[in-house]
């Protein structure tokens, strides 16, 4: 029965390529793969929206009201009778597939635009940011891309405020959608083969190299040089463990387009989605990070605001509309990629949707982008999540967690003065996901999040 269940899978996916392009014998490789998978693997995806989601009202001050347009108003502590709020609102497609937290504080609560340094760090900030640490334990087929980066609008005018770190080092994103497709889809026929002998040999040989000038330095010289080794010999075991792609690869053409652009902004951002969707969809990943634009941005949302950048909108210096629609154009951009998973077939189950097995988690680097502060911070974990996700069997579900919190901040009306630090949020999901966080402090997983936590 098992034999047969597998070639059905392998005539389906035969008939998917046929489709979608001719079959060279990388594609029979994939669909023979594709045909073999049976086991749900989760797959995480980190979204970070620049300063804030206005937590706080248009005349909130300080450290805010508590009472702006980000977190849905409820009916108790834990509940799925909750409201959308105005920007929230603009997830309502997938509200039966998310948990909106609330509660929770980032790093010190109060540095501002520094806040990218934290956000998906630990409270020291000085460890690896989750998506690191999650690459490391979902691993796809191409160990090189363990963890993908896309930031299509982050530091284009110089300012490298990046969120994703390996170690203390700062990660530069994928900001070309073009550049990121050929770096991800690369030739089939070479794919199909494995890894070429030739590349290992010249590696080796590199490698050998580097030892014997090794041998001729000191100090801080030799210290360099050795992270160079590390480098070389990281990338010979990536070749190594490489493999051909799994489940239905669709081909990805882009038009190229000027990723510095503010005219261009609403379609690169799109490119991105197909792309990472892509690459999920093929099992060349399990985890990715989009940073859409860096704090203090100043790259136009000409769809939104074309005389103000969104920096001085989430100041509320050009006026009520732009400061709400600028925060709702970025939501926006994340249900659109929602959509683009939604699309997408699963490698691991093809009858399920990528969505299907898919988290995605939503935050900034602070609450709110005119007090800058990192208190109420806004967090929604939404999709199918291979079942992991406590998300109100269907109907969605607000869960305030003040009633685990570890850290006291000067507070709002609403939310008071205990928090959970966000570095717990992580060390949860990474228990969920079979690992845990090497980060210092607090690091008790918040319980209620997820059914295996």
């Known amino acids: 029965m098992g034999i047969l269940k597998s070639r059905r899978r392998f005539l389906v996916g035969l008939a998917a390529a046929s489709v979608y392009g001719p079959l060279t014998q990388f594609g029979l490789a994939r669909m023979a793969l594709a045909g073999q998978a049976e086991q749900s693997r989760l797959k995480v995806v980190f979204v970070v929206v620049p300063d804030g989601l206005a937590v706080d009202s248009y005349t909130g001050g300080g450290f805010g009201d508590g009472r702006g347009l980000w977190h849905p108003t409820a009916q108790g502590m834990d509940t799925t009778a909750f409201t959308l709020n105005e920007i929230s609102a603009e997830l309502a497609a997938y509200r039966s597939q998310s948990l909106y937290l609330r509660g929770i504080i980032l790093g010190p609560g109060n540095v501002g635009h520094n806040g990218w340094n934290w956000v998906l760090r630990d409270s020291n900030s000085s460890q690896s940011s989750i998506d690191i640490l999650l690459g490391q334990v979902l691993p796809g087929t191409e160990p090189s891309h363990r963890s993908l980066f896309a930031g299509p609008h982050a530091g284009i005018d110089g300012t490298p405020w990046f969120v994703s770190f390996q170690g203390g080092a ?24 494995g890894p070429q002998p030739r590349s290992r040999a010249l590696l080796e040989t590199a490698l050998a190299d580097i030892q014997e000038i090794k041998g001729k330095l000191s100090g801080a010289e030799r210290q360099k040089l050795d992270v160079h080794l590390d480098s070389v010999e990281q990338v010979i075991k ?13 081909p990805v053409t882009l038009e190229p387009l000027d990723f510095r652009s503010a005219r261009d902004r609403t379609r690169v951002q799109a490119n991105h989605h197909q792309v990472v969707a892509t690459a999920l969809s093929c099992g060349i990943t399990r985890v990715a990070t989009i940073q859409i634009g860096r704090s203090a941005e100043s790259l136009n949302i000409i769809d939104v605001a074309p005389s103000s950048n ?3 909108c989430a100041h509320r210096r050009s006026g009520e509309a732009f400061w709400k629609g600028t925060r709702q154009w970025y939501v926006r951009q994340v249900k659109l990629f929602m959509d683009e998973l939604a699309r997408y077939q699963d490698p691991h189950v093809p009858g399920d949707s990528l969505l299907d097995h898919t988290l ?27 079942g992991l996700l406590r998300s109100g069997e269907g109907a969605g579900r607000y869960f305030n967690i003040t009633g685990q919190a570890d850290r006291v901040h000067e507070g709002n009306p609403v939310i008071g003065q205990n928090f959970v630090d966000m570095q717990r949020i992580w060390a949860t999901l990474a228990k969920a996901a079979g690992t845990s966080v090497p980060y210092g402090g607090n690091i008790e997983p918040v319980t209620g999040i997820f059914s295996n936590v």
């Open 170 to 193: 700062i990660r530069t994103p994928h900001r070309d959608p073009v550049l990121m497709a050929e770096a991800l889809f690369k030739d089939p026929v070479r794919l199909s083969s």
């Open 238 to 250: 990536d070749l190594d463990m490489t493999q051909p792609p799994v489940g239905e690869c669709k």
């Open 310 to 312: 969104p920096h001085e």
């Open 360 to 386: 995605v988690v939503l935050t900034s680097e602070m609450a709110d982008g005119a007090p800058e502060h990192m208190i109420d911070m806004p967090l929604v974990l939404m999709g199918g999540a291979s």
